[in-house]
């Protein structure tokens, strides 16, 4: 049997991958471009379009970033107002576990799914950054097991809540004591149209893996070449069967990038163009700062890397994380400018290259549906560099492809997020008792 | 001119289609805006999202939730209004309330319930930092600088830094400054407690009174308030809250009310009766010069609703007392407000 993939739309925004620079880019805050974009994944027959969060603006040197787009609105606010200008495109929104309460998110979640008629979905991010935390009330931060710990009893006390009323529509009473939650009283609103809105989860590290198999629905990852996405997805569908899950129950759709031509020659030049432009003269030295933790501002980006080593200055960029031993990638680095003959822009853009899928449009419909194929992903979570056009060209033309392999829906076939995605309706979790 | 409002609210209701069609015909009215009340002491939706979903479905009235302050995050907080003001370009609203009951405490387990008078002293605080937030991105601070490679004027953003009692806020907010500058901030300042920071932040207060005297001693306590923390006491807009029955016909079926006044009732003052005698009650209290206009709380929303519009508007209208159409299109203009200026600007960050 054929295969289906899944789509999603991510909308551009806070990251160094959105050129803003492009005549062609508009407003990254106005309705207008929300709703073209997501009217253009709905054309597309998209299974849901996805919206990032962040929660403090980042700072680098002390003082705020301003390189790249900064500001957004907030996810679930914007995803409500798009719920009335689309009809089946699911509406994603990132929200934070660590610096929310489950009453209140589970309460506006729910609404968010009434409202849309069974569209909602949550993706589930956690923070263990004090530096974020300055915006809250708990000030703090947690750390780093104690943030999934939290993470995980946020999700099932939500759930908890989604179920709490009776299937006749009356609320009973719940009471939720845990580790990380002591409370109790009654939810305000009846089951939501699909049962309960889709959990997405992000994030790679080992607690993250055993979250998402635990718990999601859907898996965002970043990784994208086939060797990687394989055994990502072998990893995280063999923990299923350890929650009493089947890999069905969980869709892997890794972010990915897409850039057609006419010809595979023109594809890979407008790609290298387009690295080019999220790679400015002064992200690229940026960039290097990041690892370096030093200020490099009198290096030139078109001379040699320098030849000084890192050192560990964790706190010279804030509110973004880099992984990792600075020491060992300021190596690879090296390495790989000598052997190349890499200025320090040349080497960053080299370096920093993320999986896109690159060619005419039978090209990449051929390699998505290949990827999908072997297993290294159930689909994919589109990242444009454009706002709000960075969709057309691939509805346009790469879709009518993948719908002629057979590999994606020609028409929406249900009504709710979950049944796009081939998930079957939650079931009801037995009513909690009173206190 | 005169200032019409009206209450969304209708129990049980979480589907989209009765909010927007309620939105319509307010806006059909004319009305400068409508409220959804919330709390999370009784069932129902989060009003601030039923509100974003209606933002795209009208064009022109204005859209004010109760987003309530003591179990929230007032970084969330104000993120949420900024962007209802973004998605319905410029027409949003916030009305503040508190949470007062150990009911409401326990469902987020993280304190218990508080006196009056301290829940509005930390609902000032949610305001102020609010307000500073919305600041905290100059209207002007997206550059699309090609030959420096920035995005904004990071000079044009700044740290709020605001430390309360129960709260601290670094800042800047993650959205940028919001169409209106300012939401318009709306207060009901029936209660004692919430008069200070009424007169301190709304740009409209609610004032639940059974008489047009008892209307007018809020009012001008509302208005010495403004004026001693520094504010024009005219860009404060004082409006009565009614409950409305309009379940009698054309005219009052009860002698007494109607023309007569409202009545006392738990729910606060009631008028019943008819849409005419109801214009004819807004028309006195108004040229008296009691208030600068009416929130209305429909007990049928629908049926309410649809005769305040075709009847109580209509002949209001036709006095020449109400708009016949959105001169502007954000609320501010439909209330006469202007843009506030920004706090911070000309400052270094």
């Given at each position: 049997m054929t295969r289906r993939m899944h789509l999603a739309a991510h909308f551009p925004?806070?990251?160094?991958?959105?050129?803003?620079?492009?005549?062609?880019s508009r407003s990254q805050i106005e309705f207008s471009s929300f709703e073209h974009l997501a009217r253009t994944a709905e054309r597309g027959l998209f299974d849901f379009f996805f919206l990032a969060e962040g929660l403090r603006l980042r700072e680098h040197k002390g003082r705020v970033h301003d390189l790249d787009v900064v500001g957004r609105p907030e996810s679930l606010t914007v995803l409500n107002a798009l719920a009335a200008v689309t009809d089946r495109l699911g509406l994603a929104a990132t929200v934070n576990?660590?610096?929310?309460?489950p009453y209140e998110l589970a309460r506006r979640l729910a609404t968010s799914d009434h409202l849309s008629g069974g569209r909602a979905a949550w993706n589930v991010v956690t923070s263990s950054d004090a530096f974020t935390g300055e915006?809250?009330?708990?000030?703090g931060y947690l750390d780093r097991a104690d943030r999934y710990s939290r993470a995980a009893e946020f999700v099932a006390t939500a759930r908890e809540l989604w179920d709490s009323?009776?299937?006749?529509g009356v609320p009973r009473p719940f009471a939720h004591r845990g580790r990380h939650f002591d409370i109790a009283g009654e939810f305000g609103?009846?089951?939501?149209p699909q049962g309960h809105p889709v959990v997405i989860q992000a994030g790679d590290s080992d607690e993250g893996r055993e979250f998402a198999a635990s718990t999601a629905d859907v898996v965002f990852t970043r990784h994208s070449s086939l060797e990687e996405g394989r055994a990502f997805s072998a990893d995280v569908k063999r923990r299923l069967a350890r929650y009493?899950?089947?890999?069905?129950?969980l869709k892997i759709m890794p972010g990915v990038g897409v850039v057609l031509g006419d010809t595979a020659a023109e594809a890979r030049e407008k790609a290298a163009v387009i690295r080019r432009q999220q790679t400015s003269p002064q992200t690229a030295i940026l960039t290097l700062e990041q690892i370096w933790?030093?200020?490099?501002?009198?290096?030139?980006?078109d001379g040699p890397l320098p030849d000084i080593d890192p050192v560990a200055?964790?706190?010279?960029?804030?509110g973004r994380t880099r992984r990792g031993d600075t020491v060992a990638i300021a190596e690879k680095w090296r390495a790989l400018s000598r052997e190349k003959g890499l200025s320090i822009r040349q080497t960053v853009i080299e370096a920093g290259g993320r999986q896109s899928f690159v060619g005419t449009p039978a090209a990449v419909a051929a390699e998505m549906e290949e990827f999908v194929r072997q297993d290294a992903a159930d689909g994919f979570i589109l990242v444009p560099h454009?706002?709000?056009?960075?969709?057309d060209e691939f509805v346009d033309q790469v879709v009518p492809l993948l719908q002629e392999r057979g590999v994606?829906?020609?028409?929406?076939?249900?009504?709710?997020l979950r049944s796009h995605l081939g998930l079957s309706e939650p079931p009801r979790l037995p009513l909690s008792s009173a206190p | 001119m005169l200032h019409l409002a009206a209450a969304l609210d209708q129990p049980s209701v979480h589907d989209a289609d009765p909010y927007v069609a309620l939105a319509r015909l307010a806006e059909h009215g004319g009305l400068d805006f409508v409220t959804l009340d919330d709390t999370f002491?009784?069932?129902?939706?989060d009003a601030l999202s039923v509100l974003s979903r209606i933002a795209p479905t009208t064009g022109r009235i204005g859209l004010v939730p109760t987003v309530t302050t003591?179990?929230?995050?007032p970084f969330h907080v104000q993120a949420a209004v900024a962007t209802l003001d973004w998605v319905s370009r410029g027409r949003a609203g916030w009305r503040i309330e508190v949470s007062r009951t150990e009911g409401e405490a326990r469902l987020f387990g993280r304190r218990h319930s508080a006196p009056a008078d301290a829940l509005w002293q930390e609902a000032d605080e949610v305001a102020d930092v609010a307000a500073r937030l919305w600041d905290s991105?100059?209207?002007?601070?997206?550059?699309?600088?090609e030959a420096t490679g920035?995005?904004?004027?990071?000079?044009?953003l700044h740290h709020v830094d605001f430390t309360g009692s129960a709260f601290s806020v670094r800042g800047p907010?993650?959205?940028?400054?919001?169409p209106q500058g300012h939401p318009v901030r709306v207060i009901d300042a029936t209660d004692g407690p919430a008069r200070r920071t009424a007169g301190r932040h709304a740009d409209v207060a609610l004032v639940r009174a059974a008489s047009s005297a008892q209307a007018t001693a809020v009012r001008d306590q509302l208005r010495r308030y403004a004026a001693e923390s520094?504010?024009?006491?005219?860009?404060l807009r004082v409006l009565a809250s009614l409950v409305v029955?309009?379940?009698?016909?054309?005219?009052?079926?009860?002698?007494?009310?109607?023309g007569g006044g409202p009545r006392p009732t738990a729910w606060g003052p009631l008028y019943r009766g008819g849409p005419v005698d109801l214009a004819e009650l807004i028309t006195s209290w108004y040229q008296e010069g009691t208030v600068d206009g009416f929130h209305l709380v429909p007990t049928e929303p629908r049926r309410d609703l649809e005769r305040l519009v075709n009847g109580t508007v209509a002949l209001l209208q036709h006095r020449g007392?109400?708009?016949?159409?959105?001169?502007?299109?954000t609320l501010r203009e439909h209330l006469g407000l202007a843009r506030p200026a920004n706090q911070y600007a000309g400052e270094t960050s």
């Open positions: 925004g806070v990251n160094n991958t959105t050129v803003w620079a492009d005549p062609r576990a660590t610096f929310n309460e915006n809250f009330r708990r000030g009323w009776t299937p006749d609103l009846p089951r939501s009493g899950r089947t890999p069905a129950d933790g030093v200020d490099l501002s009198s290096y030139d980006p200055e964790p706190s010279l960029t804030r454009l706002t709000p056009g960075g969709l994606f829906r020609t028409e929406y076939r249900g009504t709710t | 002491a009784r069932p129902g939706p003591t179990h929230t995050e991105w100059e209207d002007d601070a997206e550059i699309r600088d920035r995005f904004i004027d990071r000079d044009k907010s993650i959205v940028p400054r919001p520094g504010r024009d006491p005219d860009e029955d309009l379940g009698d016909g054309e005219y009052a079926a009860e002698p007494g009310h109607g007392l109400f708009r016949t159409f959105y001169p502007g299109s």
